[in-house]
């Protein structure tokens, strides 16, 4: 069984950053690609953010692409989402999730999830 658990999220000013993290229980996490969602209310959930499993490749979105940087650490089992100048339109619930197949961009791609941080950005 795998155990996904974000932190970091909170409330941040427009033009601030949050580094959120997600941590992962159980052996295999270097051998899948791990992905950044995020789903603001009444909304569909979003891709954000994915890489692979080695870490060489990454995969924005244009809405975040040149503001968030996903990286991993896999002797610590932990995938990290650095997001700077931060828009209130960035503001929902961000999830990470392991993708177990080839599109990283597809939620149904994702066999496991973590219960989500908020991330809240003013005005």
């Known amino acids: 069984q795998v155990q996904l658990v974000e932190s970091g999220g909170g409330l941040v000013q427009a033009g601030g950053s949050l580094r959120l993290s997600c941590a992962a229980s159980?052996?295999?996490?270097?051998?899948?690609?791990m992905g950044w969602f995020r789903q603001a209310p009444g909304k569909e959930r979003e891709f954000v953010a994915a890489i692979s499993w080695s870490g060489s490749s990454t995969y924005y979105p244009d809405s975040v692409k040149g503001r968030f940087t996903i990286s991993r650490d896999n002797a610590k089992n932990t995938v990290y989402l650095q997001m700077n100048s931060l828009k209130p339109e960035d503001t929902a619930v961000y999830y990470c999730?392991?993708?177990?197949?080839?599109?990283?961009?597809?939620?149904?791609?994702?066999?496991?999830w973590g219960q989500g941080t908020q991330v809240t950005v003013s005005s």
């Open positions: 999730g392991r993708s177990s197949g080839d599109f990283v961009h597809l939620d149904y791609e994702y066999d496991y």
């Open positions: 159980g052996r295999t996490f270097s051998s899948y690609a």
